[in-house]
Structure formats: C-alpha cells, structure tokens
C-alpha cells in the first residue's frame, strides 16, 4: 500500500511560483513512478509530468515543458513539481500519482496509477 501526501498549493499571481511536495510512505517497489495531475473545473484529469524514482527519467506535459519541472529526493521519499511563469490556466486541484509499473505511453495517462494523493488546489490569479 502507498499512501500520498500533497502540500505546497496555495495561491499565486500570474508570471509568478509555486513548488508541490508529494511525500510517499508504504512500499518503494509500489511506487516506482510517480506523476503529477491537475484537473480544473469542468476539466478532465490531465498529466502533467512524471518520473521513474527508480530510474530518474522524466516525461513532462508539452503544455507546461519550459515552465514546470519534476524532481525527487529520494532520502525524503519525496516527488517536487516546480511550477514557474505561472498563468490563470494553471489553475486547478493537482494530484500525486503513485504506481509500481507504468507503460511508456501511460506515464501522463490517470488509468496507468492506482495510488493517489488527496489532491491540492492551486489558483493563478492575473
């Protein structure tokens, strides 16, 4: 079992920062890819950027490549998302996602996980 605790959200204005933490507990082999999804109002779920914590390879979104980056500390068992050059349609609840095995063309795909954060609300306000 994986359990996923989001912080970091908040509010921010537009051209501005935010960092997400996403710290895992539970089995390690059960989270051996770890992503990051942000659903808006009315929206679907979309990926943003993932990460093999096993492997250090990363897949971001091209809707926020340049401005959002993923990263780990392993020590800490824990996933950042750095969010820059923030714009109102940033806006929405981000989810960590968790699973042990995600195929290539799932890494930005929510049916690949099966672990997910509580979510965290982040608003971009221009």
């Known amino acids: 079992q994986v359990q996923l605790v989001e912080s970091g959200g908040g509010s921010a204005q537009a051209g501005g920062s935010l960092r997400l933490s996403c710290v895992a507990s539970?089995?390690?082999?059960?989270?051996?890819?770890m992503a990051w999804f942000r659903q808006g109002t009315g929206k679907k779920r979309e990926g943003v950027a993932s990460?093999?914590?096993?492997?250090?390879?990363?897949v971001v979104d091209d809707s926020v490549k340049g401005r959002f980056t993923i990263s780990q500390d392993t020590d800490k068992n824990t996933v950042h998302l750095q969010m820059n050059s923030l714009t109102s349609e940033d806006t929405a609840m981000y989810y960590c996602?968790?699973?042990?095995?995600?195929?290539?063309?799932?890494?930005?795909?929510?049916?690949?996980?099966?672990?997910w954060g509580q979510g965290i609300q982040v608003t971009v306000s221009s």
């Open positions: 539970g089995n390690a082999a059960s989270r051996r890819y």
């Open positions: 996602a968790a699973d042990p095995f995600v195929v290539a063309s799932q890494r930005l795909d929510a049916a690949g996980y099966n672990y």
């Open positions: 990460i093999s914590t096993w492997a250090g390879d990363s």
